[in-house]
Structures are given as structure tokens and as C-alpha cells.
């Protein structure tokens, strides 16, 4: 599993140009899964995610974590993680398969909404337009395998 997760001052998603998900303060997650992941997996991710201090406290120092500041979440779907580059082309046979992807999507979204407030999200499969203004920027990824 693969997150990008950006530190955003407001972020949103639009599907057929109607906006679907929309936030303020907090995290844009781009998602992706492979065929190998579990819940297990996902369940680690979140509290490394959820975890991370990267807001700055009263001090400018990276010391406040996503619920320390009220933080909101956007959470999207994004196979194109696992985007293998061998070649020109990219292929993708090493993203999860779309049944079990959704799935565990759908898992992550519904964790997230045990512990964050306000939690907004893409539509999974669909062709979505994402906007985002990244704060720092600052950008982290997390691949399960490397946890």
C-alpha cells in the first residue's frame, strides 16, 4: 500500500465538474493498493499516517499532528502508484485489482472516520480533477513495505 500525503491549506476533488469533496486545513491522500494488501496493512498505515507531526506548533517547528490542529482529511483513490516505468509506457499490473482495491478504499475511508472529523473523499474508478494548495509544500510518502 502507498500514500502520498500532502500537507494542504485546502484541497478538492471533482467529478463531471461538480465538486465531491472539498477541505480546509489538513491532508490530500492519493491511495494506492496492491494486490497484497490487508486490512492489517491499511490498519498500520492510518496510524503511521494519522501519527505523523507535520504541522508546525506555536514555535515554527514540525511538532503537531493531524488531529492536534483540527486537521481535515481528502482521501483518493490513485492505482497510477503502482505505475511500473520500466519502459515509456507504464503499466500497472502491480496495482490491486479493482474489486478488492474498492474494497479496501472503502475500509480505509470508514477507519479514518473512527478517529477524524471531517473526512472527504474521491469517487473510485472515476476521472476526477484534484486541486490542492500544498502547505510548505510539504509532501511525504509512506509504502507499506518500507514500514
Do not use: H, W
Not at 89 to 108: L, T
Request: net charge negative; with cysteine.
Amino acid at each position: 500500500m502507498r500514500f502520498v500525503i500532502q500537507r494542504v491549506t485546502e484541497s478538492s476533488v471533482k467529478v463531471d465538474g461538480e465538486v465531491i469533496g472539498k477541505i480546509g486545513k489538513g491532508f490530500m491522500v492519493l491511495i494506492g493498493v496492491a494486490d497484497s494488501d490487508t486490512k492489517d496493512t491499511a490498519d498500520k498505515m492510518l496510524k503511521k499516517m494519522l501519527g505523523l507531526r507535520i504541522f508546525e506548533d506555536e514555535n515554527g517547528k514540525t511538532n503537531l499532528s493531524l488531529d492536534q490542529v483540527g486537521g481535515e482529511l481528502l482521501l483518493i483513490s490513485q492505482f497510477t502508484l503502482y505505475a511500473n516505468c520500466k519502459g515509456n509506457r507504464p503499466s500497472f499490473i502491480e496495482a490491486g485489482k479493482p474489486d478488492m482495491a474498492e474494497e479496501m478504499y472503502e475500509y480505509i475511508i470508514s477507519r479514518c472516520k473512527e478517529q477524524v472529523t471531517v473526512v472527504e473523499r474521491g469517487k473510485f474508478g472515476a476521472d476526477m480533477k484534484v486541486s490542492l494548495v500544498n502547505d510548505g509544500p510539504f509532501t511525504i510518502v509512506l509504502d507499506s513495505e518500507k514500514l
